[in-house]
């Protein structure tokens, strides 16, 4: 590659009087003036900083390294390219890095002379005592570097006239974000590269939205030299003479003086960091200004949406992504400008994006080398790698395929206390947008719920917090309405920042997380340790029940937030999207206020009226006479759901079997669901196989989900995937022609879409319920009269026991495999009683013959896989338990019923089986299964092997269940976030309560001696292979969970 001096001194040839930056006048009084510097003034300054380096330290060595920091002027690129000439390799650190930081590039790159601006000669100075032998020497001023200067034989170096593609030419840095910042060696190869980039092929009818950036006439550029930013910028000026504006060094930079300069010396476009735009934007005349550019152009960090939607109206607006390691991956320019906040890569840019384990929503950006990589800047940097992982998490445009939106780095991701995990670029960037907000910082590491830290903009620092919140309000309740609940912030989670701290910012202006964190350490601790998230505090003790239905519904308010305009008295929270998480909140509130509430009163009670009525009345008027029985609500939802008017004629007799079937298979994306589809995809009777979820990117959601559990790939041939819901019309598919050819095409429905919530009321429940009616209407309207299969719980049956006698004998009770509509039999819990709801709708549907056949299967307890991979649900009972009991050191040294358990990949082959050998056998009668492990194992057999495999690091001792669940119950009404973290079951204390109480109910016989209760499982041991070949849980499938779980 040919050197950039001698670029330079070709360039003071051929074109000495073309522009090659216009730099502020130094010397201007009372305002800014622009003045041009030429390719031959260029020349000059760059060989006076070179003499100028020789004669103060001496020519550079091999590969010897000269640090430069200075104020952001033209003296950057004089210094740059003067080391470059005395033989040096430049190093740039950031004025804004700590000593620390400052030191530890020193002593890694091994830099003993440091050149530095008058401004930044203390600081620099300071670092000798720690470094011995270090050399600090100011630099001439500008106007000094600019004058005349004639190269003397002596100490004027000529300079190299070429570098190697793998030399390095510059040396920048990382940020420092999670630590020291890392010198990156740029190669010559990147320069090379660069020079060639508007070459770089693009599909048919686009542009390269570089070629837009480099080519344009002049870039008013906000970008500092010390960073990958504005170095692109001089390789600009340099390789393709298109010349840049620069701000004054000497003043800070601010909007009004962008747009000043915008104004006086009418660049074609601006280059910034997103927050120097949006302060922009916030001026009276800075969309007007903006106008007249061509284009916008921003990268570093997102860009608030309210400000990027506002400028697309009035200029393009193009976005650009890069970092110091990749220089930058060459995007296209996008055909409609509302998709200002997308990227579309260049196939030359080798970017692929995977979907990332946390969330398969979200997908990193990987640069994969391709065979001849001529435009990947990465790999001139790493050419020992194939692949150049960028951290970066995007999301997919919901309509246009191939479109990524930038949402965060995967070192952004907050992990709460109870696991869930909150990306939270997006909902910063909403906050961003209000004018009076310098920048917002969402906070919740480790704790129960997620927070806010905002940084009042500079006219706001002394403002009334409260009032300053109730401005502000409106964009945290827009930014809540994207977030699912557990990550939405409430009032009382949010704080303001200090003037006297501001945020910490990188070089590119955007905010350094881990440093603010640690900035605000004590503050954010603070905040957790009040009264967590409540509401302000009250006495409700005494009070008159209109001011306790007031605080009960305020409490509501703060806890459904942005969903509380939908709010009346008489509105069921739970179908206003609250959850298990808001229903703890809600009665931790109401709980400081002294009334009496934990979370089972809200699911009891989810109205305004209802709980307002609970927490006030005594107890024991807070069961009325005449409340609604929960058989009344069961019979009422079915009734809703079941208006199948009567067909003129009967139904179709059994038809014989398909010789290949074909499933709509609808939940195939979760644990059972990926089970089921590697099932179905290996029986030979199946033919096609549609899936219907809920996400968008379900295919790749899917092959994650089958690569995690070596499953194998999916083939398109065989799986087609489906966006949509069972609740919406037409399953909510996007085109209709895909509704009517899934009702064409189909054999069996395998329902397996539904909620596992234990915690949330049966109304909860309401809308997948309504999908079940979708469903049964589905199958009426096909031709082929698909068989349903519907994944229901031994829950919907699980209150048998006490609705039926108990034998006075004593012997075991055994729950059968007939369908029975009785709405007593469900569990007391909305989750069973909704499987309950949804197969008495299958019934009556099957009764009105307006389908011809269904399966229930009550499923047991899943456990995680017996012989696949895939680990068992951190979140679900049995880990919590395990989880707890490692905190607790008390492990329960029996369980109120048996171990029944089947392995999840075990149960997703019976289901299969019986979806097949139940096909159309019946028109008239429910086929019911028990999917239980039909050899019951005592909770006993496993204890040993569980403390044993805990004993290299805990003792942990048996107590009865009893006992170990009174232990919860007297944590969990003071319990902390990280109590919360480390004693998982304390989220889960009313499902354990429940079995202790159902244990209770089975008491009786001898001298109350507790009957065993068992499920039938002969019918599917009859039908399904995989029933029959069933073993009991044994201690090497438990040490396989805990090895998984490693708790």
Same mark, same amino acid.
């Given at each position: 590659?040919?050197?950039?001096?001698?670029?330079?001194?070709?360039?003071?040839?051929?074109?000495?009087?073309? #522009?090659?930056?216009? %730099?502020?006048?130094?010397?201007?009084?009372?305002?800014?003036?622009?003045?041009?510097?030429?390719?031959?003034?260029?020349?000059?300054?760059?060989?006076?900083?070179?003499?100028?380096?020789?004669?103060?330290?001496?020519?550079?060595?091999?590969?010897?390294?000269?640090?430069?920091?200075?104020?952001?002027?033209?003296?950057?690129?004089?210094?740059?390219?003067?080391?470059?000439?005395?033989?040096?390799?430049?190093?740039?650190?950031?004025?804004?890095?700590?000593?620390?930081?400052?030191?530890?590039?020193?002593?890694?790159?091994?830099?003993?002379?440091?050149?530095?601006?008058?401004?930044?000669?203390?600081?620099?100075?300071?670092?000798?005592?720690?470094?011995?032998?270090?050399?600090?020497?100011?630099?001439?001023?500008?106007?000094?570097?600019?004058?005349?200067?004639?190269?003397?034989?002596?100490?004027?170096?000529?300079?190299?006239?070429?570098?190697?593609?793998?030399?390095?030419?510059?040396?920048?840095?990382?940020?420092?974000?999670?630590?020291?910042?890392?010198?990156?060696?740029?190669?010559?190869?990147?320069?090379?590269?660069?020079?060639?980039?508007?070459?770089?092929?693009?599909?048919?009818?686009?542009?390269?939205?570089?070629?837009?950036?480099?080519?344009?006439?002049?870039?008013?550029?906000?970008?500092?030299?010390?960073?990958?930013?504005?170095?692109?910028?001089?390789?600009?000026?340099?390789?393709?003479?298109?010349?840049?504006?620069?701000?004054?060094?000497?003043?800070?930079?601010?909007?009004?003086?962008?747009?000043?300069?915008?104004?006086?010396?009418?660049?074609?476009?601006?280059?910034?960091?997103?927050?120097?735009?949006?302060?922009?934007?916030?001026?009276? =005349?800075?969309?007007?200004?903006?106008?007249?550019?061509?284009?916008?152009?921003?990268?570093?960090?997102?860009?608030?949406?309210?400000?990027?939607?506002?400028?697309?109206?009035?200029?393009?607006?193009?976005?650009?992504?890069?970092?110091?390691?990749?220089?930058?991956?060459?995007?296209?320019?996008?055909?409609?400008?509302?998709?200002?906040?997308?990227?579309?890569?260049?196939?030359?840019?080798?970017?692929?994006?995977?979907?990332?384990?946390?969330?398969?929503?979200?997908?990193?950006?990987?640069?994969?080398?391709?065979?001849?990589?001529?435009?990947?800047?990465?790999?001139?940097?790493?050419?020992?790698?194939?692949?150049?992982?960028?951290?970066?998490?995007?999301?997919?445009?919901?309509?246009?395929?191939?479109?990524?939106?930038?949402?965060?780095?995967?070192?952004?991701?907050? @992990?709460?206390?109870?696991?869930?995990?909150?990306?939270? #670029?997006?909902?910063?960037?909403?906050?961003?947008?209000?004018?009076?907000?310098?920048?917002?910082l969402m906070i919740g590491v480790g704790h129960f719920q997620a927070g806010l830290l905002i940084e009042p903009s500079k006219d706001h620092q002394g403002d009334d917090k409260e009032e300053f919140i109730d401005k502000i309000w409106p964009l945290i309740e827009e930014a809540n309405a994207e977030y699912p609940a557990y990550a939405r912030v409430w009032r009382s989670t949010v704080m303001l920042a200090k003037p006297e701290k501001p945020f910490k910012r990188a070089s590119k202006g955007s905010m350094m997380r881990r440093a603010t964190y640690k900035l605000y350490e004590a503050e954010i601790e603070k905040l957790y340790k009040a009264q967590e998230m409540a509401v302000e505090e009250s006495d409700a003790a005494g009070q008159s029940n209109a001011d306790v239905q007031e605080l009960v519904r305020k409490a509501i308010r703060s806890v459904l937030g942005s969903r509380a305009a939908k709010l009346t008295d008489d509105a069921n929270i739970f179908q206003l999207g609250a959850d298990s998480l808001q229903a703890l909140q809600l009665s931790r509130i109401l709980t400081s206020s002294r009334l009496k509430c934990n979370a089972?009163?809200?699911?009891?009670?989810?109205? @305004?009226?209802?709980?307002?009525?609970?927490?006030?009345?005594?107890?024991?008027?807070?069961?009325?006479?005449?409340?609604?029985?929960?058989?009344?609500?069961?019979?009422?939802?079915?009734?809703?759901?079941?208006?199948?008017?009567?067909?003129?004629?009967?139904?179709?007799?059994?038809?014989?079997?398909?010789?290949?079937?074909?499933?709509?298979?609808?939940?195939?994306?979760?644990?059972?669901?990926?089970?089921?589809?590697?099932?179905?995809?290996?029986?030979?009777?199946?033919?096609?196989?549609?899936?219907?979820?809920?996400?968008?990117?379900?295919?790749?959601?899917?092959?994650?989900?089958?690569?995690?559990?070596?499953?194998?790939?999916?083939?398109?041939?065989?799986?087609?995937?489906?966006?949509?819901?069972?609740?919406?019309?037409?399953?909510?598919?996007?085109?209709?022609?895909?509704?009517? %050819?899934?009702?064409?095409?189909?054999?069996?429905?395998?329902?397996?879409?539904?909620?596992?919530?234990?915690?949330?009321?049966?109304?909860?429940?309401?809308?997948?319920?309504?999908?079940?009616?979708?469903?049964?209407?589905?199958?009426?309207?096909?031709?082929?009269?698909?068989?349903?299969?519907?994944?229901?719980?031994?829950?919907?049956?699980?209150?048998?026991?006490?609705?039926?006698?108990?034998?006075?004998?004593?012997?075991?009770? #055994?729950?059968?495999?007939?369908?029975?509509?009785?709405?007593?039999?469900?569990?007391?819990?909305?989750?069973?009683?909704?499987?309950?709801?949804?197969?008495?709708?299958?019934?009556?549907?099957?009764?009105?013959?307006?389908?011809?056949?269904?399966?229930?299967?009550? #499923?047991?307890?899943?456990?995680?896989?017996?012989?696949?991979?895939?680990?068992?649900?951190?979140?679900?009972?049995?880990?919590?338990?395990?989880?707890?009991?490692?905190?607790?050191?008390?492990?329960?040294?029996?369980?109120?019923?048996?171990?029944?358990?089947?392995?999840?990949?075990?149960?997703?082959?019976?289901?299969?089986?019986?979806?097949?050998?139940?096909?159309?056998?019946?028109?008239?009668?429910?086929?019911?299964?028990?999917?239980?492990?039909?050899?019951?194992?005592?909770?006993?057999?496993?204890?040993?092997?569980?403390?044993?495999?805990?004993?290299?690091?805990?003792?942990?001792?048996?107590?009865?269940?009893?006992?170990?669940?009174?232990?919860?119950?007297?944590?969990?009404?003071?319990?902390?976030?990280?109590?919360?973290?480390?004693?998982?079951?304390?989220?889960?204390?009313?499902?354990?309560?429940?079995?202790?109480? =159902?244990?209770?109910?089975?008491?009786?016989?001898?001298?109350?001696?507790?009957?065993?209760?068992?499920?039938?499982?002969?019918?599917?041991?009859?039908?399904?292979?995989?029933?029959?070949?069933?073993?009991?849980?044994?201690?090497?499938?438990?040490?396989?969970?805990?090895?998984?779980?490693?708790?």
């Amino acid at each position: 590659m040919l050197s950039p001096t001698v670029l330079v001194d070709r360039l003071a040839v051929d074109k000495p009087n073309d #522009v090659w930056v216009k %730099s502020p006048v130094t010397s201007f009084q009372g305002g800014t003036g622009w003045e041009d510097i030429t390719f031959s003034l260029l020349k000059n300054a760059v060989d006076a900083t070179s003499d100028f380096i020789v004669r103060q330290l001496g020519p550079g060595e091999p590969d010897e390294v000269l640090a430069y920091m200075g104020i952001n002027d033209v003296r950057y690129p004089f210094v740059i390219l003067g080391a470059l000439k005395a033989g040096y390799k430049p190093l740039c650190p950031s004025p804004r890095n700590s000593k620390e930081g400052n030191l530890a590039l020193l002593k890694t790159t091994k830099c003993s002379k440091f050149l530095c601006s008058e401004e930044f000669f203390p600081p620099i100075a300071k670092l000798s005592p720690s470094m011995p032998g270090l050399q600090v020497v100011q630099v001439p001023t500008v106007d000094e570097l600019l004058m005349p200067f004639t190269p003397t034989s002596t100490t004027t170096p000529t300079g190299r006239v070429s570098f190697a593609d793998h030399e390095t030419i510059i040396i920048l840095h990382t940020s420092g974000t999670t630590g020291l910042p890392k010198p990156i060696h740029i190669k010559a190869g990147v320069f090379s590269t660069f020079e060639t980039i508007t070459s770089i092929p693009t599909p048919p009818g686009r542009t390269s939205t570089h070629c837009s950036l480099l080519l344009t006439r002049l870039v008013l550029s906000v970008t500092p030299f010390f960073h990958i930013f504005g170095i692109n910028f001089l390789l600009r000026s340099l390789h393709y003479q298109k010349p840049i504006v620069l701000l004054p060094a000497d003043k800070p930079p601010t909007a009004e003086l962008i747009l000043e300069c915008i104004i006086k010396t009418k660049p074609s476009a601006l280059a910034s960091a997103p927050s120097m735009i949006e302060d922009v934007c916030r001026l009276p =005349a800075g969309l007007s200004v903006l106008s007249t550019l061509d284009f916008v152009f921003y990268g570093g960090a997102p860009l608030a949406e309210a400000c990027g939607n506002q400028i697309s109206e009035v200029t393009s607006l193009y976005n650009g992504i890069g970092s110091t390691e990749a220089f930058f991956m060459p995007t296209l320019l996008l055909k409609d400008p509302k998709d200002w906040q997308y990227f579309e890569w260049n196939p030359e840019a080798g970017v692929v994006l995977e979907p990332t384990e946390e969330n398969p929503n979200l997908a990193e950006a990987v640069i994969k080398r391709r065979p001849d990589g001529k435009y990947q800047f990465a790999f001139w940097n790493f050419p020992e790698l194939q692949e150049w992982r960028t951290h970066d998490l995007f999301e997919e445009h919901p309509t246009k395929k191939g479109l990524w939106k930038f949402v965060g780095r995967l070192d952004d991701i907050i @992990v709460l206390s109870n696991g869930e995990k909150v990306n939270p #670029v997006a909902f910063e960037k909403v906050i961003d947008g209000h004018p009076w907000v310098q920048g917002a910082l969402m906070i919740g590491v480790g704790h129960f719920q997620a927070g806010l830290l905002i940084e009042p903009s500079k006219d706001h620092q002394g403002d009334d917090k409260e009032e300053f919140i109730d401005k502000i309000w409106p964009l945290i309740e827009e930014a809540n309405a994207e977030y699912p609940a557990y990550a939405r912030v409430w009032r009382s989670t949010v704080m303001l920042a200090k003037p006297e701290k501001p945020f910490k910012r990188a070089s590119k202006g955007s905010m350094m997380r881990r440093a603010t964190y640690k900035l605000y350490e004590a503050e954010i601790e603070k905040l957790y340790k009040a009264q967590e998230m409540a509401v302000e505090e009250s006495d409700a003790a005494g009070q008159s029940n209109a001011d306790v239905q007031e605080l009960v519904r305020k409490a509501i308010r703060s806890v459904l937030g942005s969903r509380a305009a939908k709010l009346t008295d008489d509105a069921n929270i739970f179908q206003l999207g609250a959850d298990s998480l808001q229903a703890l909140q809600l009665s931790r509130i109401l709980t400081s206020s002294r009334l009496k509430c934990n979370a089972k009163t809200v699911y009891d009670n989810p109205t @305004v009226s209802q709980l307002a009525k609970a927490v006030s009345a005594p107890e024991k008027d807070q069961h009325p006479e005449n409340a609604v029985s929960r058989e009344e609500r069961m019979s009422a939802m079915i009734y809703r759901h079941s208006r199948f008017p009567k067909l003129a004629s009967p139904p179709s007799p059994p038809k014989s079997p398909p010789a290949a079937f074909n499933v709509l298979l609808i939940g195939s994306t979760g644990s059972l669901g990926s089970y089921l589809l590697k099932e179905l995809l290996d029986t030979p009777e199946i033919s096609q196989i549609y899936c219907l979820n809920r996400s968008v990117n379900a295919r790749e959601r899917q092959q994650k989900s089958f690569d995690d559990r070596s499953l194998g790939s999916i083939p398109p041939s065989q799986v087609q995937f489906f966006t949509g819901e069972t609740s919406a019309p037409n399953f909510g598919l996007e085109f209709p022609h895909d509704f009517a %050819s899934l009702q064409q095409q189909t054999d069996i429905i395998i329902m397996n879409a539904w909620p596992v919530n234990f915690n949330s009321p049966l109304e909860a429940f309401e809308p997948v319920i309504a999908g079940t009616k979708q469903c049964a209407d589905f199958s009426s309207a096909s031709p082929r009269k698909p068989h349903i299969v519907f994944i229901s719980s031994i829950a919907s049956i699980l209150n048998w026991a006490t609705v039926r006698h108990i034998p006075e004998d004593g012997s075991e009770i #055994v729950i059968g495999e007939d369908w029975d509509p009785d709405n007593s039999l469900p569990a007391k819990q909305g989750y069973g009683e909704s499987k309950h709801v949804a197969a008495s709708i299958l019934s009556n549907a099957l009764n009105a013959g307006h389908i011809n056949s269904v399966a229930v299967l009550r #499923v047991g307890q899943l456990a995680g896989a017996a012989e696949k991979s895939g680990v068992w649900n951190r979140q679900e009972w049995l880990p919590s338990l395990l989880k707890t009991s490692t905190t607790t050191l008390h492990l329960p040294s029996s369980l109120p019923s048996p171990i029944d358990w089947v392995p999840t990949d075990l149960a997703a082959r019976a289901v299969v089986d019986l979806a097949l050998s139940s096909y159309h056998r019946s028109t008239t009668t429910v086929q019911t299964f028990n999917i239980v492990n039909p050899h019951m194992v005592p909770w006993s057999f496993l204890v040993p092997g569980i403390q044993e495999f805990y004993s290299p690091t805990r003792k942990i001792e048996t107590v009865p269940y009893a006992d170990w669940v009174e232990e919860l119950k007297r944590i969990s009404p003071t319990a902390t976030d990280q109590q919360i973290q480390q004693m998982p079951a304390l989220k889960l204390l009313d499902f354990f309560e429940g079995l202790n109480e =159902a244990a209770a109910a089975s008491t009786g016989g001898e001298e109350g001696k507790q009957v065993e209760v068992r499920f039938a499982t002969g019918h599917a041991v009859a039908k399904s292979k995989a029933m029959a070949g069933l073993g009991g849980i044994n201690g090497r499938m438990m040490r396989k969970w805990m090895e998984e779980w490693a708790f």
